[in-house]
């Protein structure tokens, strides 16, 4: 199990190094957005979509399947990637390897941050992170996936072996 983690993370790093923005436009976010959702469609997954800045939301839809409750979700990943600037999958990862959990770690409450994948952070070309892709709706393993696999599809990388094995 501790080596499943390992490896986990390890693609999970590798992701964070590879996905990232020149720039990041409204007109980005709504491409990206619309990458996000025919993905999951692909894959027969009811999902919500959020792509946020800090200040404010560039784009959300919710598919069929979907209930406020992904929404709630969406704001708690989506704050645990703009306050620690990694998916809330890794943190999640991170965690379990280390036996500790969100609150101890990082001071993170239940109620506000989760550490569940499907938030990924937007990081720009020396700006650092700016935002989220968050995705709630599946199984957090593919909930990151649909994401990280649109973002690598957006900027046309091939994410190789540090794709996740579903």
């Known amino acids: 199990m501790t080596e499943m983690i390992a490896d986990d993370i390890r693609r999970l790093e590798e992701q964070e190094r590879l996905l990232r923005f020149g720039r990041f436009s409204p007109d980005d976010a709504w491409a990206l957005g619309n990458r996000v959702r025919e993905t999951a469609l692909a894959r027969g997954a009811g999902v919500a979509i959020d792509i946020s800045l800090r200040d404010r939301t560039l784009f959300h839809c919710a598919l069929p399947g ?94 190789g072996d540090s794709r996740l094995p579903d």
Request: aromatic content about 8%.
């Open 66 to 159: 979907t209930s406020t409750d992904n929404v709630e979700w969406i704001r708690r990943k989506r704050n645990t990637v703009l306050r620690l600037w990694h998916s809330s999958y890794l943190v999640g990862r991170r965690l379990a390897l280390s036996g500790r959990d969100q609150g101890d770690a990082h001071n993170l409450s239940l109620a506000d941050f989760a550490v569940h994948g499907g938030g990924f952070p937007l990081f720009v070309a020396d700006l650092g992170c700016v935002g989220a892709v968050t995705v709630s709706g599946v199984p957090q393993r593919i909930d990151h996936a649909i994401v990280a696999d649109a973002m690598a599809s957006f900027l046309n990388i091939d994410l």
